[in-house]
């Protein structure tokens, strides 16, 4: 959610309302923090991209002991005690937001991307704009328990069964193959590399940890698993990771693709990440220029892109369940999904 225009105490009531269904911590802190307007104050005074309420609980959580569950000590808190030691540690708390970002990698995006890469039938060359740590990069890297209509669908990687499994609730045919990933890029415009064995590899694990919202223990937990498999995959190559901005950084991966990937599919992939950008508008300008050499695949929220919202509609737009992104294909809508990879289901009006 933008957080840039609207008053504090209406975005944290708003995000309670449309993202917390399934983090009734969150969603008590964040009406918590509505109600009280010293707090509002200070978070208004901040940039708008550090006003989440994931971004601020996430830096008071760092400050607490990690359980071995993944969870926080801070998530005991009742919604009075947090508001409470938000103001006390506000120092401290806003020193965090300034140095630090909302990275959530979630791994179980790939169950939203695969089953349209898988559909490609050939070799792949994956772009992802946005890649974070890159644990969404390595899709083929992951196992898949897609449970349809028809039963549940297993998908394994070339070398066997991963130790992460994404689970998900799919919509329609999954795919019983993972494309091959011949070639890998990432742009961000601060790459992290989880690799357990240095210490800024732990120091920003133990960040990717933080964002992770209480009650999601199992996805913190897979998050290191994750991690040592991307840092597997990095040693292995080709993977390619650029620092810098995603819109001045893509026309010159997708040219290196082409020549090192000769053959292979070139796909460009991202969650949750063009809604950080001042003009959406201006990547899908870029995208419609590079058309006829790569294949777009996007998931975000349904009003992030304005030619994919266009073309989904009003009607549609709110019909949608709660929180839901859209994944688009070429800018043209396919099916919703939750954004953190549990499930997809199709448009509203499709099924
Ligand atoms: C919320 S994270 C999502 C990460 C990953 N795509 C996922 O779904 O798990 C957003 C990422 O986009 C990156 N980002 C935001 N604006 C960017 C830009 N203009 N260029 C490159 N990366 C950007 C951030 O640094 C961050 O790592």
């Not at 309670?16 to 969603?27: H, L, S």
């Not at 006829?292 to 994919?308: A, F, H, N, T």
Request: aromatic share 6%; net charge negative; hydrophobic share 40%.
């Amino acid at each position: 959610m933008d957080m840039t225009f609207t008053p504090v105490p209406e975005s944290y009531r708003r995000f309670a309302e449309t993202e917390c269904q399934d983090a009734p911590v969150y969603a008590a802190w964040t009406r918590a923090v509505a109600g009280n307007a010293e707090l509002c104050e200070r978070i208004a005074r901040l940039p708008g991209p550090k006003r989440q309420p994931n971004l601020i609980f996430a830096a008071a959580r760092i400050r607490t002991p990690e359980r071995p569950d993944g969870s926080f000590e801070l998530d005991s808190l009742s919604p009075e005690a947090l508001v409470q030691r938000l103001l006390e540690t506000w120092d401290a708390i806003e020193h965090t937001l300034l140095t630090r970002a909302n990275q959530t990698n979630e791994p179980a995006r790939s169950s939203i991307h695969m089953p349209l890469m898988a559909e490609l039938d050939r070799p792949i060359a994956l772009i992802e704009v946005g890649c974070s740590a890159g644990l969404t990069t390595i899709p083929d890297r992951y196992s898949y328990r897609f449970r349809t209509a028809r039963g549940t669908t297993t998908a394994d990687p070339a070398d066997g069964p991963s130790p992460v499994v994404l689970d998900c609730d799919a919509d329609d045919d999954a795919p019983e193959h993972l494309p091959e990933i011949v070639w890998r890029g990432g742009i961000d415009l601060n790459p992290l590399d989880l690799d357990p064995s240095t210490p800024r590899g732990r120091d920003d694990l133990a960040w990717m940890k933080a964002l992770v919202w209480p009650g999601h223990e199992h996805r913190a937990q897979r998050l290191e698993k994750a991690a040592r498999l991307a840092t597997e995959q990095r040693a292995r190559g080709p993977w390619t990771t650029v620092t810098g901005d995603l819109l001045a950084e893509l026309p010159r991966l997708v040219e290196q693709a082409e020549r090192e990937a000769l053959g292979a599919a070139i796909v460009v992939i991202h969650t949750a990440v063009i809604v950080y950008l001042p003009d959406p508008a201006e990547f899908e300008a870029l995208m419609a220029g590079l058309r006829d050499r790569v294949e777009w695949l996007s998931c975000e929220g349904p009003s992030v892109l304005p030619g994919v919202a266009s073309r989904l509609g009003e009607r549609a737009q709110a019909a949608l369940e709660p929180g839901a992104f859209i994944l688009a294909r070429n800018g043209h809508p396919v099916k919703q999904a939750q954004s953190w990879g549990y499930w997809t289901r199709p448009l509203p009006g499709e099924s």
